[in-house]
């Protein structure tokens, strides 16, 4: 395994960059190079819209870790087959499919977010789609809350009809996953069933906000069990 890959935290088209600044950080003062997919200047309206901003702020002449987050998980196929990706650690995130297209919402999914859209099909910010007090539980302070919410898009409803495309050998490369608590626990029994490494620490679904140092741990551990080292 070549040492010293690029790590690159992908966050979720949903949100921005903000969500892995502070564990981006513990992981750059542990010696990683480490760089973050930025935020979509306009908000996707489908996944090939998404693919093509990520895939332009990747470079193609190192060797990458992709660490996606929530939805971003589901892109790492196509992200995969443009760069020289060596491993990928899912984070509370989405698992791409093996046999074709994977819709990008759940039916269920789908429906409550419809009720969410406004007249022009728009949906609020990622923050907004949740109660108040399940909102507020997500951030470790008000100042973050803010610089989170500063980046969020508002995507269509439109986003959310389409799907992504997965391919039987898109996992080629070493992969693991990291869960926080048990919102991905499907996702999380998937990829121990396929022989990954997995880890799961306690808490919410944004907790690297929470404990970047923790989060970053966790990660380097992983990556340590996938023979992948600086």
Not at 11 to 36: F, H, N
Not at 124 to 149: I, N, Q, S, Y
Not at 199 to 214: E, I, N, Q, S
Request: charged share 20%; hydrophobic share 40%.
């Amino acid at each position: 395994m070549p040492p010293n890959p690029l790590l690159v935290l992908v966050s979720s088209p949903a949100l921005g960059p903000q969500v892995w600044k502070s564990t981006g950080s513990e992981l750059s003062s542990r010696g990683w190079r480490v760089t973050y997919a930025p935020r979509v200047a306009t908000a996707p309206d489908t996944a090939s819209d998404f693919v093509r901003a990520l895939a332009t702020s990747i470079p193609t002449d190192h060797d990458v870790v992709l660490v996606p987050h929530s939805n971003a998980g589901l892109y790492v196929p196509a992200l995969a087959a443009q760069h020289l990706v060596v491993g990928s650690v899912f984070v509370d995130a989405g698992l791409p499919s093996r046999a074709g297209p994977m819709p990008l919402a759940p039916p269920d999914l789908y429906e409550f977010l419809r009720g969410l859209a406004d007249a022009d099909g728009r949906l609020p910010p990622w923050t907004e789609w949740w109660g108040k007090t399940e909102g507020e539980g997500l951030f470790p302070d008000a100042a973050v809350r803010r610089a989170v919410e500063a980046e969020q898009p508002q995507l269509p409803l439109s986003y959310f009809a389409g799907s992504v495309s997965g391919s039987p050998g898109w996992d080629d490369h070493r992969c693991a996953y990291l869960a926080f608590g048990d919102t991905y626990a499907t996702e999380r029994e998937q990829a121990a069933a396929r022989g990954w490494p997995v880890r799961t620490v306690p808490g919410r679904h944004l907790h690297m906000l929470h404990d970047p140092a923790g989060v970053a741990t966790a990660i380097i551990e992983l990556l340590a069990d996938c023979g992948i080292t600086r």
